[in-house]
């Protein structure tokens, strides 16, 4: 049970449902309903394909790369620590809003495989942790908590996708800015202690 509290927690920082809902918004401006629902639902399941393959598959793309798992998690953890400043700094929230504002001027019919499930959801930051947490369980049980972790975001992904316009009435954006700040600070100890343990598994420190 640690191990899908663990795994949820590093997916839930590194996906980040609150931020999402105001991007999917901007994306889906104007749009119907039913294009909107569609795109809510096929985005994640998208996203969880690749999270899914890349977690099976990606140590021995990294091993046929030659990269050790000490170094991915190194690397993995200031990836994550950038990702972390820029939600403390509200870097993040801007530049994705950006994007999305972008995205919706030049009305593409389909937004589900990009930028929502391979920009905002199974991103680089994603996919290291899949990798790193299913290359940190020794067994089955333990790699099927990793996935089990991931999908609960992803299906809260899903949900709030669903009911944003709802949710968007509810939630202050005063609030929702404190909150992905605490959660970026969060993300930023996460990196830290992935680059600890990088460190420690290249020098064998214990």
Same mark, same amino acid.
């Given at each position: 049970?640690?191990?899908?509290?663990?795994?949820?927690?590093?997916?839930?920082?590194?996906?980040?449902?609150?931020?999402?809902?105001?991007?999917?918004?901007?994306?889906?401006?104007?749009?119907?309903?039913?294009?909107?629902?569609?795109?809510?639902? #096929?985005?994640?399941? *998208? %996203?969880?394909?690749?999270?899914? /393959?890349?977690?099976?598959?990606?140590?021995?793309? $990294? +091993? !046929?790369?030659?990269?050790?798992?000490?170094?991915?998690?190194?690397?993995?953890?200031?990836?994550?620590?950038?990702?972390?400043?820029?939600?403390?700094?509200?870097?993040?929230?801007?530049?994705?809003?950006?994007?999305?504002?972008?995205?919706?001027?030049?009305?593409?019919?389909?937004?589900?495989?990009?930028?929502?499930?391979?920009?905002?959801?199974?991103?680089?930051?994603?996919?290291?942790?899949?990798?790193?947490?299913?290359?940190?369980?020794?067994?089955?049980?333990? #790699?099927?908590?990793? *996935? %089990?972790?991931?999908?609960?975001? /992803?299906?809260?992904?899903?949900?709030?996708?669903? $009911? +944003? !316009?709802?949710?968007?009435?509810?939630?202050?954006?005063?609030?929702?800015?404190?909150?992905?700040?605490?959660?970026?600070?969060?993300?930023?100890?996460?990196?830290?202690?992935?680059?600890?343990?990088?460190?420690?598994?290249?020098?064998?420190?214990?």
């Amino acid at each position: 049970m640690s191990e899908f509290l663990s795994a949820l927690m590093v997916f839930f920082l590194i996906i980040n449902p609150l931020d999402l809902v105001p991007i999917f918004l901007s994306l889906t401006a104007g749009t119907p309903a039913e294009y909107k629902r569609k795109m809510a639902i #096929k985005g994640p399941i *998208i %996203a969880w394909c690749i999270l899914l /393959l890349f977690g099976l598959l990606g140590g021995k793309i $990294l +091993s !046929g790369m030659g990269i050790s798992i000490p170094a991915f998690s190194v690397g993995g953890g200031i990836l994550l620590g950038i990702t972390g400043v820029r939600m403390v700094l509200e870097q993040r929230q801007k530049s994705n809003r950006a994007k999305a504002e972008a995205l919706h001027n030049n009305d593409l019919e389909d937004i589900a495989v990009f930028p929502i499930a391979t920009l905002f959801l199974a991103g680089p930051g994603a996919m290291t942790a899949m990798i790193i947490n299913m290359n940190a369980s020794h067994s089955w049980l333990g #790699k099927f908590m990793t *996935i %089990a972790a991931m999908t609960t975001v /992803l299906v809260t992904v899903m949900v709030s996708f669903v $009911l +944003s !316009g709802k949710i968007e009435d509810y939630i202050p954006k005063d609030f929702t800015s404190a909150i992905i700040r605490v959660l970026g600070i969060l993300l930023i100890a996460l990196a830290v202690q992935l680059i600890f343990d990088g460190i420690k598994m290249t020098f064998n420190l214990g």
